[in-house]
């Protein structure tokens, strides 16, 4: 063999050596960021969890809002007619 014949085989070697290479990172980036979308879905799952956890609490604290102002709304009603029997009776006297 001559000089040539072995630098080809070594330019050969050494591609396929550098070919591999690149693919052996590949896979690692692609189980790398197959690892990240997992644990972004995660903490997007966990993020929705707390949203909705969030919507029922207001949902209830609505609930309770509407309720006061109802009874609020009741309570307005019978100070007013305790004024009205009031004043009546200071007429009286």
Do not use: C, P, W
């Not at 929705?48 to 809002?65: I, N, P, W, Y």
């Not at 102002?69 to 309570?75: N, Q």
């Not at 100070?79 to 009776?89: G, P, T």
């Amino acid at each position: 063999m001559d000089a040539n014949a072995i630098l080809a085989i070594m330019g050969g070697v050494g591609t396929v050596a550098g070919a591999l290479g690149a693919f052996a990172a590949y896979n690692k980036g692609l189980k790398k960021d197959g690892a990240t979308t997992g644990t972004l879905m995660s903490d997007v799952g966990y993020i929705k969890a707390g949203v909705d956890d969030l919507k029922r609490k207001q949902e209830t604290s609505e609930a309770r809002h509407y309720a006061l102002a109802e009874r609020v709304t009741a309570v307005e009603a019978s100070a007013s007619q305790a004024h009205k029997r009031i004043d009546r009776i200071d007429k009286k006297e």
